[in-house]
């Protein structure tokens, strides 16, 4: 069974810094993607970034272009979200995802956490 499980969110001012953890466990695939994705109140689930296993390729919505910076650490199947020059508009709650894909595809993910809530105060 594919479980991915979310970690590090919280309560942060603006300007700062959180680092988001996602443990991925059961998953098996050769190629693969990992997405972290968020859904504000009010709004429909955006896709934020995403890393390929193969080339390591990463991808980044133009909101967070510069200031987020997604990872992996292999040997222990965990990937990463570093979150800088956090705003308040980057409230919500992130949710990483993957698939069996060999490249980022915002609606091909298959499996999903069950997010961690980013509050970002003025």
């Known amino acids: 069974e594919v479980q991915l499980v979310e970690s590090g969110g919280g309560l942060v001012q603006a300007g700062g810094s959180l680092r988001l953890s996602c443990a991925v466990s059961?998953?098996?695939?050769?190629?693969?993607?990992i997405g972290w994705f968020r859904q504000a109140p009010g709004k429909e689930r955006e896709g934020v970034s995403c890393?390929?296993?193969?080339?390591?390729?990463?991808f980044y919505a133009n909101s967070v272009k510069g200031r987020f910076t997604i990872s992996s650490d292999n040997a222990t199947n965990t990937w990463y979200l570093q979150m800088n020059s956090l705003k308040p508009e980057d409230t919500a709650v992130y949710y990483c995802?993957?698939?069996?894909?060999?490249?980022?595809?915002?609606?091909?993910?298959?499996?999903w956490g069950k997010g961690t809530l980013v509050n970002v105060s003025s």
């Open positions: 995802a993957a698939a069996s894909l060999g490249w980022c595809e915002w609606d091909g993910m298959d499996y």
């Open positions: 890393i390929t296993s193969t080339y390591s390729s990463t």
């Open positions: 059961g998953f098996t695939f050769d190629d693969y993607v």
